[in-house]
């Protein structure tokens, strides 16, 4: 457990060394406040449905960022070596690091909820739909980590597992927009597979199990993915 | 200490290590000689359980390194010919973390890491961020996190690869310095080098090992040098040049 809490605290880190990570955070949060004035200006609602659904459009072109270099920069460098070559089990060494990634993300909209109190101030909102919007966002930023992560541990060119999380995260987001070209089974297949169906219900207050199953089952594949991808590394 | 039967490693149908059979007894320092790609480095990943073979036995301390690689990894302690330093840390954060992930105990860490920042002289640079170090110091810096939890194996892939002659001189002396207690397998370029350290000397070609014997057997063979033996690098060139192998 110590070993595993001693890699995320490195993974942590490292954002806050990178001025990647710096300007990452500053823009994306600048951005939010953007579209968080426009849509209450616009809206005049006590509720930030809209504002969720802005960050969920802007985590597809984030996330890869974020993402490419997990993997993809230790073997670059060779530091993947002391990773595998120290006692760590492969599954440790997964989750170190995707923990890592994702508390450095749960920092990032944690200052968003700021907007929540500044709601709260102007109106009358329904708390608990918040609450549920927030975890439907960080779940679902959740799960389009854990896809960047399995994408940069496929390869050791960071720009190669950008492009192809965005490939990834693309077809699960705007795949909804295909769904008229589809009929039966696979209107409801496209339908079940676009995260924004399922971050639609969470922003709406309603949490349920088939969303939590469908983000946490994605989590859990992707993670799995990793982990057989570094066990091969016969070509490292 | 470490022992190989019939070791093999393919990657897709090439062999890169073939049926390498060798002992290392507790306390001895062999050189590992062996041109670009000869499986060197394969041979050494094997060890550190970095690579599955594809088949034969290695044995790390009476370990299997299929069967055991959590436990044979804890007293291994491996440098790969590129140092593997994340560039952002201090010398002091990485060497804490690599203490950390090897499972030291938080007790004992800092014991630990004061003994190697002394023993690889590099207590000036602790506070310092590695990717400013010179090459020198990013090698010793390499060697600290191999030695941080006082493994029994130490395994070095050309250590002194792309050193000035006075960083060579440096490492090396570092190098001798480990040598107590310890067993240690180490590979590298500079003939003069293994004539130094080791005592024995092992060379592979095309994934075979051609030469296994001690140093000072392999320099009584007649050759060129002054005592009427051979030097280091006319049996490293004989081995090469001879159709079946040695000598």
Known sequence: MSQLMSIVRKELSAHFKSPVAYIILVLTVAIFNIFFYMIIEQDREASLKGVFQAMEFMLVFLVPILTMKIFAEEKAVGTIELLMTSPLTNTQIVLGKYLGVLAFFTIMIGVTLVYAVIVACWGDPDGKVLASGYAGIWIEGAFFLAVGMMTSSWTRNQIVAAITSYAILFVVYFSISFMKYFNGPAEVLVRQLSTWAHLENFVSGVITAGDIVYYSSGIAVCCVVTRMSIENRIKD | ?247
């Open chain 2, 1 to 247: 200490m470490i022992i190989t039967r019939r070791v093999t490693k393919y990657f897709s149908d090439t062999p890169a290590v073939k049926d390498v059979s060798f002992e290392i007894r507790p306390g001895e320092i062999v050189g590992f000689l062996g041109q670009n790609g000869a499986g060197k480095t394969t041979l050494m990943r094997i060890l550190t359980s970095y690579f599955p073979v594809s088949s034969g036995t290695a044995l790390i301390a009476g370990l299997d390194v299929s069967k055991h690689s959590l436990l044979i990894r804890q007293k291994i302690g491996y440098l790969p010919e590129t140092p593997p330093l994340y560039m952002d840390m201090t010398v002091k954060d990485y060497l804490r973390f690599a203490a950390d992930i090897r499972g030291v105990s938080v007790r004992q860490r800092q014991v630990r890491l004061d003994r190697v920042l002394e023993e690889c002289q590099i207590s000036d640079v602790q506070g310092k961020v590695i990717g400013a170090l010179s090459k020198g110091y990013k090698q010793r810096v390499g060697i600290a996190q191999a030695i941080i939890h006082e493994p029994q194996i130490l395994i070095l892939d050309e250590p002194t690869s792309g050193l000035d002659p006075i960083q060579i001189l440096q490492v090396r002396t570092l190098i001798k310095g480990l040598r107590q207690e310890r067993t240690v397998l180490l590979s590298t370029h500079i003939l003069s080098e293994i004539e130094q350290i080791a005592r024995r000397v092992l060379i592979i070609r095309a994934g075979r090992i051609i030469v296994d014997a001690l140093l000072e057997d392999l320099l009584k063979t007649p050759g060129t040098a002054p005592s009427g033996g051979s030097t280091l690098e006319e049996v490293f060139i004989r081995a090469h040049q001879s159709p079946g192998g040695p000598l």
